[in-house]
C-alpha cells in the first residue's frame, strides 16, 4: 500500500508536468494560436496568467470560489483526472489509486493558498512563484512539488530567494537539504535565468549569476 501510494504520488506529479505545459499552456504552432486538446482549460489558465502578472501572483477567482468558472473549470478538471486515475489503477494499486485522489486535492489546495497568499508561495513552493512571475512563463511546470522540473531540466531559477532548499521541495534539516542538492543538481542541475546588465554606469559591473533558459 505504502510504495503503491508514492510511486502515485510520483506520477501524479508528472501528470501534473505534462497537462501543465500541453494542456494549459498547449502546444506552440507556427503562424497559428497554441493547441490544447482541452481548449477550454488552456482559455481558463492565460487568463489566469493575465491576472497574476496584473496583481502580483494574487488571483481573486479564489475569493471568488465557484462563482469564477476557472474555478469551476479547475475543480472539474481534477476531479475527472483523479476520478480515472483511480479507477484505472485500482484494481492492481489500492495504493496508486489513493495517491490520485489525494494528489488533487492536495494540488487545489497549494494552488488555491498560492495564489491567495503570494509570500507564502515564495517560501513554500517558489519554482510556482517563478513560473508566473519569471520572464519565461514555458518552464516550471511542476505545482506542488520540482521533482519533475528538475529530472527535465525546466527548472529554472529566476533569482537565488526564490531557489527551494532542496531538488525534492521537502522542508528538512539544513544540512541534509545542502547534500540532497549537491548530489540530485549533479544529474540534475537547475537552470538560472540570464542576468543581463542594465544600461548604466551602476550596470556595468554586474555579473551574470548562470546559464541557459528553456526554450
Known amino acids: 500500500m505504502i510504495k503503491g501510494f508514492i510511486a502515485g504520488l510520483i506520477l501524479a506529479n508528472g501528470f501534473e ?23 477550454k482549460s488552456m482559455e481558463s489558465h492565460w487568463a489566469h496568467h493575465r491576472e497574476v502578472r496584473k496583481t502580483q501572483f494574487h488571483d481573486d477567482c479564489y475569493v471568488e470560489g465557484l462563482e469564477s468558472w476557472r474555478t469551476r473549470n479547475e475543480l472539474m478538471s ?16 489500492k495504493g496508486m489509486a489513493l495517491a490520485a485522489g489525494y494528489s488533487a486535492v492536495n494540488y487545489f489546495y497549494i494552488h488555491r493558498r498560492a495564489h491567495l497568499e503570494p509570500e507564502w508561495a515564495k517560501r513554500s513552493i517558489p519554482w510556482h512563484y517563478d513560473h508566473h512571475m519569471n520572464s519565461n512563463q514555458d518552464a516550471n511546470w ?12 525546466t527548472r529554472v531559477v529566476s533569482s537565488a530567494d526564490l531557489k527551494e532548499a532542496n531538488p525534492l521541495g521537502l522542508p528538512l534539516p539544513t544540512q541534509m ?4 542538492t549537491i548530489m540530485i543538481e ?12 542594465k544600461l548604466g554606469n551602476s550596470a ?5 549569476e548562470t546559464t541557459a533558459s528553456v526554450a
Open 17 to 39: 508536468w505534462v497537462a501543465h505545459k500541453y494542456i494549459l499552456h498547449g502546444v506552440h504552432r507556427k503562424g497559428q494560436p497554441r493547441y490544447s486538446p482541452v481548449p
Open 204 to 208: 556595468i559591473s554586474e555579473k551574470t
Open 177 to 180: 537539504s545542502k547534500k540532497l
Open 78 to 93: 481534477l476531479a475527472v483526472a483523479a476520478g480515472i486515475a483511480s479507477a484505472a489503477f485500482y484494481p492492481f494499486s
Open 186 to 197: 549533479r544529474i540534475f542541475p537547475a537552470k538560472w535565468v540570464e542576468h543581463k546588465p
Open 142 to 153: 511542476c505545482v506542488t512539488k520540482p521533482w519533475f522540473d528538475y529530472i527535465l531540466g
